[in-house]
């Protein structure tokens, strides 16, 4: 990848980290019955965001990266993910967030590698477990837990 890509994209995403935590800030800060509020994952989010951000603007300028062949642009893959996020979006409220996440990670996963599907598998179903379970017991936060029709 080229440094300059590596800067705007830097730039973008400072940009979009900062529109997270304004935006996070709009919400309220608690909803009814949870100790946590909505207000807090987006924030979270977008404190991540902008320190990754600064850090790869920061390696731009300071680390050195060897120029070789150019890489050809993957865009099979990045449309894959792209509709299974817009996918997961759309479905999340309906199917719940244990199946529908489990299930984006798991696509997201077999697209970038496609030999390890058993292992794709495992990592999906605890980190969709162990989300919700951390989320909603724990900090007793809400989430669309399982189908709405189930």
Do not use: H
Not at 8 to 31: D, E, H, P, Q, T
Not at 50 to 79: A, C, D, N
Not at 124 to 145: H, M, N, R
């Amino acid at each position: 990848m080229s440094l300059k890509f590596d800067r705007i994209a830097s730039v973008a995403f400072l940009a979009v980290g900062v529109l997270f935590i304004i935006g996070s800030k709009r919400l309220a800060s608690s909803s009814y019955g949870s100790v946590v509020g909505p207000d807090i994952f987006p924030f979270i989010l977008g404190i991540i965001l902008v320190l990754l951000s600064i850090r790869l603007f920061y390696e731009t300028f300071m680390g050195s990266r060897e120029q070789g062949e150019k890489e050809q642009l993957q865009y099979k893959p990045f449309l894959i993910i792209g509709v299974a996020t817009l996918v997961y979006i759309l479905t999340l409220e309906s199917v719940g967030y244990v199946i529908t996440t489990f299930l984006f990670l798991f696509v997201c996963f077999q697209t970038m590698e496609r030999s390890k599907w058993i292992s794709s598998l495992i990592i999906s179903a605890c980190f969709s477990g162990i989300v919700y379970f951390v989320f909603v017991e724990v900090l007793k936060g809400t989430l669309p837990g399982w189908p709405i029709w189930f």
